[in-house]
């Protein structure tokens, strides 16, 4: 069981953002900026492109939501997306703010937010869906 499906399933506190039957969203705990959202299928898979074509679809289709409360919550240019998969072998999508194309970069540092600024953006993005 990975760390994700520990979230999905309760074990492991989070602050969620969406969920259905097929996906759960939450913030990143270790974020690039404020409002970095995770979007994990319920289904463990390892690689985002080896999930089913149907899924994949409907896997955007539950992020554009969020990704629309997430450009309206924060100062941006737009909500980024991007898959990179390595930490987790679990498929995922992160969604974040974004002004330029450097801050998808995930070599730079992360920032460490309280309990209390998590669930403000929790809160704040979440008020917006």
Avoid at 1 to 23: N, R, V
Avoid at 27 to 35: A, H, K, N, T
Avoid at 101 to 108: E, I, K, S, V
């Amino acid at each position: 069981m990975t760390i994700f499906s520990k979230i999905i399933a309760g074990e492991i506190p989070s602050y969620k953002i969406a969920e259905d039957e097929l996906f759960f969203a939450f913030l990143d705990i270790f974020p690039l900026v404020d409002g970095h959202v995770l979007v994990v299928p319920k289904t463990e898979t390892d690689k985002f492109f080896d999930l089913e074509n149907d899924y994949l679809s409907k896997m955007l289709l539950f992020a554009k939501p969020i990704a629309q409360a997430i450009e309206k919550a924060f100062d941006c240019n737009r909500c980024g997306i991007s898959v990179v998969g390595l930490e987790v072998p679990h498929a995922h999508m992160h969604l974040l703010p974004i002004n330029s194309a450097d801050d998808l970069n995930f070599t730079r540092e992360k920032i460490k937010p309280d309990a209390e600024a998590f669930k403000s953006i929790q809160e704040k993005i979440v008020s917006l869906l």
